[in-house]
């Protein structure tokens, strides 16, 4: 079972929208940070944007402006509303969480991913 579940990827014209989310699909005793990463063909991996569990947030200077990520700790959820998109963005989009047990064991968890492509 893939501990997180990201949807809402797809294709879109630049300067278009999309909204991406990723849920938990498994309980955990805390989430610290989560956030979005993304890697295009060819390139390393990279990250878009992070949220601690207090809100204090993260963005890469190339979607500053553009991009919003914001959490619902209740739900275990994580969004990136992705405004004025460019040809650049095309990418697969991961979200990730930092964890810790009851016992302050970290862990570091990994969605499928979803594809972003933005074209005309």
């Known amino acids: 079972q893939v501990p997180l579940v990201e949807s809402g990827g797809g294709l879109v014209q630049p300067g278009g929208s999309l909204r991406l989310s990723c849920a938990a699909s498994r309980s955990f005793f805390r989430i610290n940070s989560m956030g979005w990463y993304r890697q295009a063909p060819g390139k390393q991996r990279e990250l878009v944007a992070g949220i601690a569990s207090g809100g204090t947030t993260v963005y890469a200077d190339s979607v500053t402006g553009r991009f919003t990520i914001s959490r619902d700790n209740a739900k275990n959820t994580v969004y990136l509303q992705m405004n004025s998109l460019k040809p650049e963005d095309t990418a697969v989009y991961y979200c990730?969480?930092?964890?810790?047990?009851?016992?302050?064991?970290?862990?570091?968890?990994w969605g499928q991913g979803t594809q972003v492509t933005v074209s005309s």
């Open positions: 990730n969480a930092d964890t810790r047990t009851s016992y302050g064991t970290r862990g570091e968890y």
